[in-house]
Antibody, heavy 121, light 110 residues
Framework: QLQLQESVPGLLRPSETLSLTCYVS??????????WGWVRQPPGKGLEWIAS???????YYNPSLKSRVTISIDSSENHFSLRLNSVTAADTAVYYC?????????????WGQGTLVTVSS | QSVLTQPPSVSGTPGQRVTISCSGS????????VNWYQQLPGTAPKVLIY???QRPSGVPDRFSGSRSGTSASLAISGLQSEDEADFYC???????????FGGGTKLTVL
């Protein structure tokens, strides 16, 4: 059973950089049919896709966040990561990591439990 | 801003059938497929329907999905109190080259 677990960054100040890592266990991380992504949910609001990375390293970004976001994958260490620069209060949300596949439009079928990121001065 | 539009809320009584619509410009290709997610309070979303109308194993057949043109629908029959949740549609938008989620629909079982 595949399991995903997000790191816990906690409280950030405005203008800082958010760094998140998703640790994947219970399966082969190097399956070249899989995509790995980040989805966030501000308190009381809906889901917003941030970015995805294919097992080969190809990346996809939400156009509205692309200038501030970097997603990367480390297959040898079974994790993938997200960096979001210049955070503001609007970036306060629960951040989920998840797998989708076997094609880009395949469903997010495994999710982490989510980690709350708070941006506050 | 979502380019998939869902009703903010729907409601029904136990045993009833309800539908949730999802429409918008992100259905811009014949190869678009829609996935539906159920999110219970305080938990991560769970895939309910994928590829427009396919159910993952373990999802009751009370849940069904359909897709036509620029819209999709999720139907829930035999409504149960434990179905009360938020539901989201999502599709890979080939123009944006990324995922788009609908704004979400809150289902209330009266």
């Amino acid at each position: 059973q595949l399991q995903l677990q997000e790191s816990v960054p906690g409280l950030l100040r405005p203008s800082e950089t958010l760094s998140l890592t998703c640790y994947v266990s219970g399966g082969s991380f190097s399956n070249f049919r899989d995509y790995w992504g980040w989805v966030r949910q501000p308190p009381g609001k809906g889901l917003e896709w941030i970015a995805s990375v294919y097992s080969s390293g190809t990346t996809y970004y939400n156009p509205s966040l692309k200038s501030r976001v970097t997603i990367s994958i480390d297959s040898s260490e079974n994790h993938f990561s997200l960096r979001l620069n210049s955070v503001t209060a609007a970036d306060t949300a629960v951040y989920y990591c998840a797998r989708h596949g076997p094609r880009r439009g395949g469903p997010f079928d495994y999710w982490g439990q989510g980690t709350l990121v708070t941006v506050s001065s | 801003q979502s380019v998939l539009t869902q009703p903010p809320s729907v409601s029904g009584t136990p045993g009833q059938r309800v539908t949730i619509s999802c429409s918008g410009s992100s259905f811009n290709s014949a190869t678009n497929t829609v996935n539906w997610y159920q999110q219970l309070p305080g938990t991560a979303p769970k895939v309910l329907i994928y590829n427009n109308d396919q159910r993952p194993s373990g999802v009751p057949d009370r849940f069904s999905g359909s897709r036509s043109g620029t819209s999709a629908s999720l139907a829930i029959s035999g409504l149960q109190s434990e179905d009360e949740a938020d539901f989201y549609c999502a599709t890979w938008d080939h123009s944006l080259n990324g995922w788009v989620f609908g704004g979400g629909t809150k289902l209330t079982v009266l």
